[in-house]
């Protein structure tokens, strides 16, 4: 992955961060069979919603992805919808838009979902992508982290 300084992701008023996570950090944190994976992004979310300053953020169109993966995984869809609906607490739920739809297609991502990801990152002023995917968002205006990287930027900054 991308290295950046803390000086690349923090944006320029001061006001914290606003990281989007990727479909595949949303199903790490809702399926514990994901190890070493879901204790990574669990402790991510524990400090990130322990920091006011904060703003964690996901696509709308993850939340399909997300309720598909787990109704399979799970065999029930109240379990399945259950994990929505905490997600949906825990998260700044963005809007998929006509122009992401647009944005995606003349993306240069692997496949339409992830450039769908990518443009909602991008219009919504996201900070940093946090994903698994190494081979996506490349040439993305926004960085690229894994969840270990994007909580030791937050623990870094919550003792500054």
Known sequence: MRRFSRRHV???????????????ILLDLCNDKRAPFHKQCID??????AQPNIEIMAPVSSLNDVYYVLRKHYGEERAARDDIGGLMELFDIRPLMERHARMSY?????DFEDGLIRAVAEDNDADVIVTR????FLHSSVRLMDAEQCRAL??????A
Request: net charge negative; no cysteine.
């Open 10 to 24: 923090w944006n320029d008023l001061g006001n914290g961060m606003k990281p989007l996570f990727d479909t595949n």
């Open 44 to 49: 991510l979310l524990l400090e990130a919603v």
């Open 106 to 110: 003349r993306s240069d991502e692997p």
């Open 133 to 136: 995917d190494v081979e996506t």
């Open 154 to 159: 937050l623990l870094a900054d919550s003792k």
